[in-house]
């Protein structure tokens, strides 16, 4: 529904950045989405032009069934939905993200609106009141956040990607301030192994096209899903997980907090690997 949702986003907004706009997300979360659905459908869906997005004939196709299904789906929630409940708005990285966000919208019990972000702007988000709460890389800080649990981390390559006999090994990362870069350098810091960050991105699919691009490693949070393109690198020193907290925004009930960082805390126990 997320896919179908995004999909056509972009064709009533005549492109991906207006439609990532539109929907709260970020441009390569929506373009994600698409290439899901192409890859399901086995052709492409959208053709791109400049700054400008058509839809393919099969794309036409594909819109009208989708607006029924959304249409649908909608429909019956809404008759079987009981009382209304307040939407909580939820900050995510994009780390794990295809595998935890669909895991925690039931988990919260709730209707959720998420927003996919670096993590200082979703921190700046929750200081304007934007969002309720935001999951984060970190370990509290304070009484507005709460440890949630532990999120596994493991270095990944293009298949037949070697390390370079000699010489620092070239890692692809995002770009600072990222506590998975942190964490990837350190980890390889005290194996001692020289490294040199061959590749920047602003955002994770960007990472994701340079490590299949073969231009280096890159530690990824996946719950255990080896993303398409890439394969697992157990060769390379192992990396302590990463801590995942939940920050909210100032005058949040404490009893939101700690049952949303319950919440998360069940989802990671139930798919990290």
């Keep these: 529904m997320v896919a179908l949702r995004s999909f056509v986003a972009v064709s009533d907004c005549g492109g991906f950045h207006r439609a990532a706009a539109t929907l709260h ?5 929506v373009s994600h989405h698409v290439r899901r659905l192409e890859a399901a459908c086995g052709q492409p869906l959208v053709q791109r032009s400049g700054r400008v997005s058509r839809l393919t004939p099969a794309g036409e196709t594909l819109l009208a069934e989708a607006r029924r299904i959304l ?3 909608d429909d019956v929630l809404g ?7 307040a939407e909580l708005a939820v900050g995510s990285t994009e780390h794990a993200a295809d595998e935890l966000l669909p895991r925690l919208t039931p988990a919260l019990g709730r209707p959720v609106r998420f927003r996919l972000d670096r993590g200082a702007n979703l921190r700046a988000a929750l200081e304007r009141g934007d969002l309720d709460l935001a999951l984060l890389m970190n370990v509290p800080a304070d009484d507005r956040s709460a440890a949630a649990g532990p999120l596994g981390v493991h270095w990944y390559a293009a298949p037949g990607w070697e390390p370079p006999a000699r010489g620092p090994l070239p ?3 995002l770009d600072e301030p990222c506590a998975l870069r ?12 020289a490294v040199s960050v061959v590749c920047e991105a602003a955002y994770l699919a960007g990472v994701l096209a340079a490590a299949r691009a073969g231009l280096g490693v890159a530690m990824l ?11 697992r690198r157990d060769d390379l020193p192992a990396a302590e997980p990463m801590p995942i907290s939940v920050r909210c925004r100032r005058g949040l009930p404490a009893a939101t907090l700690t049952d949303a960082a319950t919440a998360v805390g069940r989802v990671l126990a139930g798919t990290s690997a």
């Excluded at 997300?25 to 979360?29: E, L, N, R």
């Excluded at 008759?79 to 409940?85: E, N, S, T, Y």
Aim: hydrophobic fraction near 50%; avoid cysteine; glycine fraction near 12%.
């Design 25 to 29: 997300v970020s441009q390569p979360t």
């Design 71 to 73: 249409a649908i789906h």
């Design 79 to 85: 008759r079987l939905a009981g009382p209304a409940v």
């Design 171 to 173: 890692l692809v990362a």
């Design 182 to 193: 942190d964490r990837a350098l350190a980890t390889l810091g005290a194996a001692g192994r």
């Design 221 to 231: 949070a996946t719950l255990g899903h080896t993303p398409e393109g890439l394969v």
